[in-house]
């Protein structure tokens, strides 16, 4: 059984930054690639980023280029997303995903809340 579990969420002032952190645990296979993507209040499920676990293939969606970056630890298993100039757009539920062997396994969320 494969888990994904998230850290790092919580409620930031506008041009505040989080990390968020995201371990995979469990039957672990070859992972391809992790990433996330967040669901805001009354919105669809938007992709944020993901990166390639071998190489050096990194993807964002346009509205958090230069202000998120995400990156690895292939030895933890781990993938984080620095999240920085935090604006209310970016409230949401952040959801991790890691790809293996093409199988996509999901962590349960956690809540970003960026408000004065």
């Known amino acids: 059984q494969v888990q994904l579990v998230e850290s790092g969420g919580g409620l930031v002032q506008p041009g505040g930054s989080l990390r968020l952190s995201c371990a995979v645990s469990?039957?672990?296979?070859?992972?391809?690639?992790m990433g996330w993507y967040r669901r805001a209040p009354g919105k669809e499920r938007e992709f944020v980023a993901a990166?390639?676990?071998?190489?050096?293939?990194?993807y964002y969606t346009d509205s958090v280029k230069g202000r998120f970056t995400i990156s690895r630890d292939n030895a933890k298993n781990t993938v984080h997303l620095q999240m920085n100039s935090l604006t209310p757009d970016d409230t949401a539920v952040y959801y991790c995903?890691?790809?293996?062997?093409?199988?996509?396994?999901w962590g349960q969320g956690t809540q970003v809340t960026v408000s004065s």
């Open positions: 995903y890691a790809q293996m062997l093409g199988s996509i396994y």
């Open positions: 469990g039957s672990i296979f070859s992972i391809n690639a």
């Open positions: 990166i390639v676990w071998s190489g050096s293939n990194i």
